[in-house]
């Protein structure tokens, strides 16, 4: 995961649970997202950290063609997770 905290580690679970029931979840953002990734910023503890995740279908996943974070355009504390995707 981006960051070894306690609910990454929650997430990680929940997903490898779901795909033992043949859920097939992905943590998008896990694998399409640099690791130097932040959803997080914090300008008064002058810190980032992962708090939002992009979690999708096997299937959803592989229509992802594109997935970025917006540093630039951002709300308060949450850059803003784009993505673009194509439909067979």
Do not use: V
């Not at 979840?25 to 995740?53: A, E, K, Q, V």
């Not at 279908?57 to 917006?70: M, V």
């Amino acid at each position: 995961m981006k960051n070894d905290s306690l609910f990454a580690e929650h997430l990680q679970n929940f997903l490898n649970d779901r795909n033992e029931e043949q859920n097939n979840l992905i943590l998008s953002s896990h694998i399409r997202l640099p690791s130097n990734s932040f959803t997080f910023c914090s300008p008064s503890w002058n810190s980032t950290s992962w708090l939002d995740h992009c979690i999708s279908s096997q299937a959803f996943d592989q229509s992802i063609t594109q997935l970025y974070k917006d540093y630039e355009l951002s709300d308060q504390d949450h850059p803003y997770l784009h993505f673009q995707g194509h439909t067979s």
